[in-house]
């Protein structure tokens, strides 16, 4: 298995553009999570979508940002438009809810950079 | 407040010697406590689930406990591949999500 598969690798925009992350689970993983990565707040959950269905978005920062999951085997993760507060490292997950909600396989992230 | 505690925030070893992460949680009616491996430039790699106080897992020179309060991941003779974060976590008490500390960052010397 390819594992989880994120696009791009890196990002570089200027503040006020729209950017779009990319995101492929793991076939046959029901659960994905889109979390954001920063030195000073650590791992943090913005959204996690169950059977392609948002179940909590409680962390998503605000309007700015939106995701989607269109069917099981693709996401996306908006930001529009894009601050400097918002560089950081985004990392999909994904996991079979059957075999162990928490039990979380992360994709390899998404470094944007927003000058 | 729910919260995972890890320390020290970093850790530095010589290869062969041995030592213990700490990992603390505020949780209530916890339903898991799970430890995952952060290389440099990757996500984040699930290692155990520890579910019950007394519970033991292992893997390799790692070695995961479990008691009402904390979590400890025991290192024995470490090699400095085993250099990475590691980072718990637990799942929130009301909601369907999972809290992460912010991670013990371990370098083993040769």
Redesign the interface.
Known sequence: DAG?IQSPRHEVTEMGQEVTLRCKPISGHNSLFWYRQTMMR????LI?FNNNVP??D??MPEDRFSAKMPNASFSTLKIQPSEPRDSAVY?C?SSATLA??????????TRLTVT | EDQVTQSPEALRLQEGESSSLNCSYTVSGLR?L?WYRQDP??????LF?LYSAGEEKEKERLKATLTKKESFLHITAPKPEDSATY?C?A?HSS????I????TRLSIRP
Do not use: H, R
């Open positions: 989880v650590g791992l943090e959950l996690y179940i909590d409680s962390g990392f997950a162990g909600f928490y039990e979380q396989y992360f994709g390899p992230g | 898991g799970f430039g990757k996500g984040p790699e699930f689930t980072l976590a799942p909601a369907s999500k999972i992460f500390g912010s991670g």
